[in-house]
Each structure stands twice: as structure tokens, then as C-alpha cells.
């Protein structure tokens, strides 16, 4: 008898949907149609066979890059970084009258969406580099049409925060960003982060932090892109706040000079585990954030390939409970717990 299908819902915590969507196609840009499997691992369809009934779905901007469809000019062009970041949430948003997604902006929408046999996904609106922001009094308004999370950074920076390919803290205006989103009740993601910013973040913010779709330093030490994971001390920080970490598949940080395997994916898992708590761990995929599913796990070529990653984690001793928090428990309390999805008052 051949097995049914594990219909029990994923929550991944990463994905580019947007931008995606752009990069492939910006004049209509769409993930509801099929594609080449060797190109692209997300795709609605694909979501929905691999039954993630929610993520967490970015604004993602890059600054130097103004002719990409999801760039703008250097820090400084407000402006321009902007109009990206806004092109994208209107995305999102036409998406959603067009019953394709469903953004959610409170608790009750999460549970509806994890636990709805099928229609469309639901989707938490994080922002990737708080660049879109012009100033910290324009963040009500983001809020209020549903982002749900900040990274102040990306890899190069940003007006408010230094990333993990420049080093700097805060800047004067990331401090003042920081207790804005505080004040707007709104969750604080670590990754892309560089180390003298999450120290700072953790100092100064008083909000839910977690990390979004960053893996264990302690594997990955050495190299121009250590920083873009965590420290064992930034992940106990982390966790003590109540914090989740999300486990990214892109190969290149699971393992180094070779093709990463499910091995790796679990071996990650089981090293933020001890700082984070197994019931800390969760998916965190960031699947086509700008590479191909050749870049990912041998094992791992797409969501409906994520039940291995579950048989994976049993094999190195994990609970069913625990591999269930992995699924999307984990994820599921954090957001339940981000002061702007309990309190709709809070995002106007």
C-alpha cells in the first residue's frame, strides 16, 4: 500500500515571495503558476504540495543595486528604497485580493491558516533591511498594513544598522527605529545582523527577537561569511528572551567546499539546539533567496521534500513532540507572542 501524504502544516519562517515573484518576472510578477523544477523550489503549488499553510513572507531590498526590480541606489535614497519596499508589500497585497494568499496580521488569522486543510497560505510580512522606512515616524504605517517583523539590516548595512558584510552598530537612527518598533509591538529578527548590532539590538530592545534564517557559527567559524550566523552567546541571548532560531537551507551555509547534505541541515539543528532548546528550533528556509535548488541539500529540493529533514531529526534522537515544534510549533508560539499580532490596537 503506498503511504498518504503528511498533510500536517509547515511554518517557514523565510521566504522571499516578492522579490521572487520580480526576479522572474517583473512586469507580472507571480508564484502561482508551475516552474522548471532545476530553476525555482518555490512556487505556490509547490508550497501547497508540500503543505507550508504559512510563512513568513519578506520585503526584501538590496541597496546598490538600482536596476534590480527589488534595489535602489546607496543607504540614503529614502526614496528609492521606498518605492522598492512599497512595490512589494502592494504585491503582497494584490496577491491577497486575488485569493492567492492571505496576509496575517493577528493570532487568530495564524491558527486559521495552520489549521485549514487547504486554501491559500497564509503569509506574516516581514521586513529584510529597514531601509523601505524613511524615517522611524513612517513605521506606523507599515505596521498598520500588516509587517509583523523587522530586520533593521542586510548583509551590506543599512541607514540604521550595521549587517554581516559591514561592521558597525546602531546608528542614531537605528536606536530611535529600535524603540519605535517597540512601541509598535513589532518582532525584531537577528539575522543579517553584524555582531556589535545584535549586541546593541539585544541591549536596548525590549520587543521578541528571534532569528529568522540564520545557522550555527560554531560550524561555519571561519571566512567572510561567519558572521552571517550565530554566536553561541547571541543564540543563548537570544533564546533567554523567549527567541526561535530558523534554519536556513542555502548549502553554501550548512557546509563549505562541497554540496551540503541532510546530514548538515541536521547537524545545525542540533547545535543551535543546545542553546536554543529543541523546542527552539524551526525551518527557516530562505529556498530561492536569490540561488537555484543546486544550492540546497542533496535531499532537500523543495517543501515536499521537508518531511526528510523531520526523518532526519528522528534519527539523531529528536521527539516526536520536538520534531513537531521544528514543523512549525516553534514558529507558531513566537509569532502568537509578537505584541502586534495579540493587540490589533497596536498596527492602528
Known sequence: MTPRPDTRPWLDAHLDLACMA??????????????????????????ARGSVRCCLGTIFTAAHEPDDPCGYGDHEDRDGAHRAGLRQLELYEAWERAGLIRIVRGAGELEACLEAPDGPPGVVLLMECADPIRTPDELPAWVARGVRMVGLSWGHGSRYSG???????????????????????VAHDASHLS??????????????????????????PDGPGAMRHLRPEHARAIAARGGVAGINLYGRFLAEGRRATLADVVEHACVLAEDFGRDGIGLGSDADGGFTPA???????????????????AGAGWTAEERAS???????????????????????
Request: glycine content about 8%.
Open 326 to 348: 521544528f514543523r512549525g510549533g516553534a514558529w507558531r508560539s513566537f509569532l502568537r507572542s509578537i505584541p502586534a499580532m495579540r493587540d490589533p490596537s497596536l498596527s492602528g
Open 195 to 220: 555582531d556589535d548590532s545584535l549586541d546593541e539590538l539585544l541591549a536596548r530592545s525590549v520587543g521578541p527577537i528571534a532569528s529568522t534564517h540564520s545557522n550555527a557559527r560554531r560550524l561555519l
Open 22 to 47: 520580480l526576479e522572474r518576472d517583473p512586469d507580472a510578477p507571480s508564484l502561482a503558476a508551475e516552474a522548471d523544477p532545476a530553476r525555482a523550489a518555490i512556487t505556490l503549488p509547490s508550497l
Open 295 to 313: 544550492d540546497l541539500p542533496v535531499e532537500v529540493q523543495s517543501p515536499e521534500d521537508y518531511p526528510r529533514i523531520l526523518e532526519g531529526l
Open 163 to 185: 549587517g554581516n558584510q559591514r561592521a558597525g552598530g546602531l546608528t542614531p537612527e537605528g536606536r530611535d527605529l529600535v524603540a519605535a518598533l517597540d512601541e509598535a509591538g
